[in-house]
């Protein structure tokens, strides 16, 4: 898998892509990261990449030019045409659902806004908008790397053998089950019991059922969707009857 992004802060993303489960992945060529310096696509003295909006407003918006070149420029090199993602607040909600539809992808160029965003004809370069959700960030840069995150922890051979993407909240439609370590009693909480019991299909038990109370208490929404067994529907319908009282 090969990410690609398009921002006017390039060096902005090494610093966490080499780091950690991300820096293992990439040192282990599980994926690639080039970042692009979008000023590259500029002619001016300046290298300008804002302009002031028609009609008046506050702030700046990123030209249409330099984008549709830089597109262009680097969609033709290399053998497949990248999968073109922008950000936006008005994009579809991301969610780990189309982090997994992005993880079949082999090249997503990321373009990462500035400003007060971009003028709306470079959206015609898209393949796909997304959103990080109902609130405003600076620019781009922070949701690509949340996506590049999200994406790569699902591909084989990011996690260690210890560790599966499978286990975690979302992956079967709900919030994952609590987890505890070493004491087994801390300022007088302790862990619950069958944790400690070393029967493995107990605690599985105890993990599904601890799972969907949880998504009844803080994600009711996931459990119109999740697919629960009926006693377990009934279970989760109990769970949110008892959170609302
Ligand atoms: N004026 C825009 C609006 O009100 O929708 C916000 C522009 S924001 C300051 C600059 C850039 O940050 C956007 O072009 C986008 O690339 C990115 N951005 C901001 N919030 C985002 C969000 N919730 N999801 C995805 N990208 C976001």
Same mark, same amino acid.
């Given at each position: 898998m090969r990410f690609e992004a398009l921002s006017v802060f390039p060096e902005f993303f090494d610093s966490y892509l080499d780091m950690s489960?991300?820096? *293992? %992945?990439?040192?282990?060529?599980?994926?690639?990261?080039? %970042? $692009?310096?979008? *000023?590259?696509?500029?002619? @001016?003295?300046?290298?300008?990449?804002d302009d002031s909006p028609f009609g008046g407003g506050q702030g700046m918006l990123m030209k249409p030019a330099p984008l549709f070149e830089a597109i262009e420029d680097i969609s033709s090199r290399g053998e497949a045409r990248p999968h073109v993602v922008f950000f936006s607040p008005c994009g579809r909600p991301y969610c780990q659902a189309v982090a997994e539809?992005?993880? $079949?992808?082999? *090249? &997503?160029?990321? #373009?990462?806004?500035?400003?007060?965003?971009? @003028? /709306?004809?470079?959206?015609?370069? %898209? @393949?796909? &908008?997304?959103?990080?959700? @109902?609130? #405003?960030?600076?620019?781009g840069e922070l949701a690509a790397l949340c996506v590049i995150d999200s994406v790569v922890r699902l591909l084989p051979g990011a996690l260690g053998d210890e560790m599966s993407a499978k286990d975690e909240s979302f992956s079967d439609g709900l919030l994952e089950y609590a987890q505890y370590t070493r004491p087994a009693v801390f300022r007088g909480r302790a862990v619950p019991e069958v944790l400690l019991s070393g029967n493995h299909a107990a605690v599985d038990a105890w993990r599904r059922r601890n799972a969907i109370e949880r998504t009844a208490r803080w994600r009711p929404d996931l459990l119109e969707v999740a697919e629960l067994?009926? /006693?377990?529907? =009934?279970? =989760? /319908? *109990?769970?949110?009857?008892?959170?609302?009282q």
């Open positions: 489960i991300m820096g *293992r %992945a990439r040192k282990r060529s599980v994926f690639e990261f080039v %970042a $692009h310096d979008l *000023r590259s696509w500029t002619h @001016d003295r300046h290298n300008t990449v539809e992005l993880s $079949h992808k082999n *090249r &997503i160029l990321l #373009v990462c806004g500035r400003y007060e965003g971009m @003028d /709306e004809r470079a959206y015609e370069l %898209a @393949d796909d &908008i997304v959103s990080m959700g @109902d609130y #405003v960030l600076t620019g067994t009926d /006693e377990e529907r =009934a279970f =989760a /319908e *109990r769970s949110m009857r008892e959170e609302r």
